[in-house]
């Protein structure tokens, strides 16, 4: 395991040849809905979805933390403007690069739009936060989850909120740890023959603002 210093992790936008790393470690924030969503392929669907501006699962709403010149982590994340255009693209994405599994998908993605990743105004949505099995338990995640909040404050929203399964006790402890609560137990998501069971949770992220 490599040990390097993680307080020199350089935190940074991501760019488009973050692809592969960016994949690997979405996959890995969601074993189970990645491949659920998009079939056996899914690394490769992320990798080609992340090079793309204007939608989700961009590159241009990612940060990466680098140790010793490796991708160690990332955040994926956004704000609540222009939500409905960037998921709009994404359904776009879907329908042009997974013809057969828009129909599927459709249906899932509608119902899905209305819980996952629902925002209202003032609020700042972490998608996806991973960082590498060599990395863990060293304060990256920290880290990544501080900076997405810096981000929030500088877009003018007031909270950060997040949908995390219900099963991730590691992910859930460090949200609650950060200061995150439950706020809602979403409805029970259904797709490729798998139940997803999401928490919302969320944190102010202004200080003196209720
Ligand atoms: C969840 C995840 C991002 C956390 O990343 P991380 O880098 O391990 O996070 P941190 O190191 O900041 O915190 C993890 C633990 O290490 C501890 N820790 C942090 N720095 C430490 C240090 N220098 N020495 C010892 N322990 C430390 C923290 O207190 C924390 O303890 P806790 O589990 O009791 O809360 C990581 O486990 C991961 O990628 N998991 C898989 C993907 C995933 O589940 N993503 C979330 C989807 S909702």
Redesign the pocket.
């Known amino acids: 395991m490599p040990m390097e210093n993680?307080g020199e992790a350089v935190l940074r936008r991501a760019r488009p040849e973050d692809a592969a790393d960016f994949a690997r470690?979405a996959i890995?924030?969601?074993p189970g809905f990645f491949p659920a969503l998009f079939g056996t392929h899914a690394a490769a669907v992320l990798r080609e979805f992340f090079r793309h501006r204007g939608h989700v699962l961009s590159h241009e709403h990612t940060l990466v933390a680098e140790v010793g010149g490796r991708v160690a982590?990332m955040a994926l994340a956004y704000d609540f403007r222009r939500r409905v255009v960037r998921e709009l693209r994404t359904g776009l994405l879907v329908a042009t690069h997974l013809p057969l599994r828009i129909l599927r998908l459709a249906t899932f993605l509608v119902r899905a739009q209305r819980t996952l990743g629902r925002l209202q105004r003032d609020e700042y949505y972490l998608s996806?936060?991973?960082?590498?099995t060599d990395?863990?338990?060293?304060?990256?995640?920290?880290?990544?989850l501080r900076e997405v909040e810096s981000s929030a404050r500088r877009s003018g929203c007031r909270r950060v909120v997040?949908?995390?399964?219900r099963d991730?006790e590691?992910?859930i402890?460090?949200y609650t740890?950060l200061g995150y609560s439950v706020i809602e137990r979403l409805p029970v998501l259904r797709l490729a023959g798998r139940s997803f069971e999401f928490l919302r949770m969320s944190r102010e992220v202004v200080r003196g603002r209720a």
Do not use: P, Q
Request: cysteine-free; charged content about 30%; hydrophobic content about 40%.
């Open positions: 993680i470690l890995e924030s969601s982590g996806n936060i991973a960082v590498h990395f863990r338990g060293r304060g990256l995640g920290t880290r990544l997040l949908d995390a399964e991730n590691k992910a402890r460090l740890r």
